[in-house]
C-alpha cells in the first residue's frame, strides 16, 4: 500500500495551492485520509480528515474557511486545496492514511512522501 | 482541542543508551497515542500504537507506556539509525494533535 503526492509548488500570498494524494485502491475505499503539514524546523499539525468513500470530512479550526479536501473515486486520489496563501503556509505537506472507515480512531500507519509548498513573493 | 507537550525537546545520547522521552495531554486520552519516528526530509513512520502497542517491523528495543494523561516511549539501547525526531500524537478526539517532538542527537 502506497501513498503518491504530487509535486512540490511555488506559490504567491493570496493564491491558492492544490496538492494530490493518489492510493492503492484498496487503501482508498476502506482507510480515512488525514492531511498533516510540517513548517521547516517545525513540529507536526495536524489539518483534516477525509473519508474517501462517504465524502465526510472534518478540518483542524484554524484551517475552517480556507481548506478544502475533496476525492476522485475514478482515480483514487485524494485532493486538498489551501486558499488565500500566506508566507507561514510555506510547509511540506503530507497526506497520512488513518483508520478503517468504521472507525476513524487509529494512528496513521502510512504517509506520503511529502510535497513542498513554498509561498514567496 | 487536546495538547499534547513532549520533554526534552533535545536528547544527547550515545549508541548503547538507554533513553526516555515523555509526552503529557492537556486531558485524559485513555491509551489513544501514538509515537512516531522522523528523519530529515522523510515522512514520519508509526513506532507504537494504543499507546505500548509495536507496530509490525519496528525493533523490540522500542517501548511505549502509560495511560490517561502521561506517556512514555523508552528506547532500550541506542542504535545509530534511531538518531531522529520523535512525535507522540493524540487520536481520541477529532484534533489528532501532534506535540512538538524530540530531537534525538548523538552525544
Known amino acids: 500500500v502506497q501513498l503518491v503526492q504530487s509535486g512540490a509548488e511555488v506559490k504567491k500570498p493570496g493564491a491558492s495551492v492544490n496538492v494530490s494524494c493518489k492510493a492503492s485502491?484498496?487503501?482508498?475505499?476502506?482507510?480515512?485520509i488525514h492531511w498533516v503539514r510540517q513548517a521547516p524546523g517545525q513540529g507536526l499539525e495536524w489539518m483534516g480528515i477525509?473519508?474517501?468513500?462517504?465524502?465526510?470530512?472534518t478540518y483542524a479550526q484554524e484551517f475552517q474557511g480556507r481548506l478544502t479536501m475533496t476525492t476522485d473515486s475514478s482515480t483514487s486520489t485524494v485532493y486538498m486545496e489551501l486558499t488565500s496563501l500566506r508566507f507561514d503556509d510555506t510547509a511540506v505537506y503530507y497526506c497520512?492514511?488513518?483508520?478503517?472507515?468504521?472507525?476513524?480512531?487509529?494512528?496513521?500507519?502510512?504517509w506520503g512522501q511529502g510535497t513542498m509548498v513554498t509561498v514567496s513573493s | 482541542d487536546i495538547q499534547m507537550t513532549q520533554s526534552p525537546s533535545t536528547l544527547s545520547a550515545s549508541v548503547g543508551d538507554r533513553v526516555t522521552i515523555t509526552c503529557r495531554a492537556s486531558q485524559s486520552i485513555s491509551n489513544w497515542l501514538a509515537w512516531y519516528q522522523q528523519k530529515p526530509g522523510k515522512a514520519p513512520t508509526l513506532l507504537i500504537y494504543r499507546a505500548s502497542n509495536l507496530e509490525s517491523g519496528v525493533p523490540s528495543r522500542f517501548s511505549g507506556s502509560g495511560s490517561g494523561t502521561e506517556f512514555t516511549l523508552t528506547i532500550s539501547s541506542l542504535q545509530p539509525d534511531d538518531f531522529a525526531t520523535y512525535h507522540c500524537q493524540q487520536y481520541k478526539s477529532y484534533s489528532f494533535s501532534f506535540a512538538q517532538g524530540t530531537k534525538l542527537e548523538i552525544k
Open positions: 485502491a484498496n487503501a482508498f475505499t476502506t482507510y480515512y
Open positions: 497520512a492514511r488513518g483508520g478503517i472507515i468504521s472507525s476513524a480512531t487509529s494512528a496513521f500507519d502510512i
Open positions: 477525509i473519508n474517501p468513500t462517504a465524502g465526510s470530512l
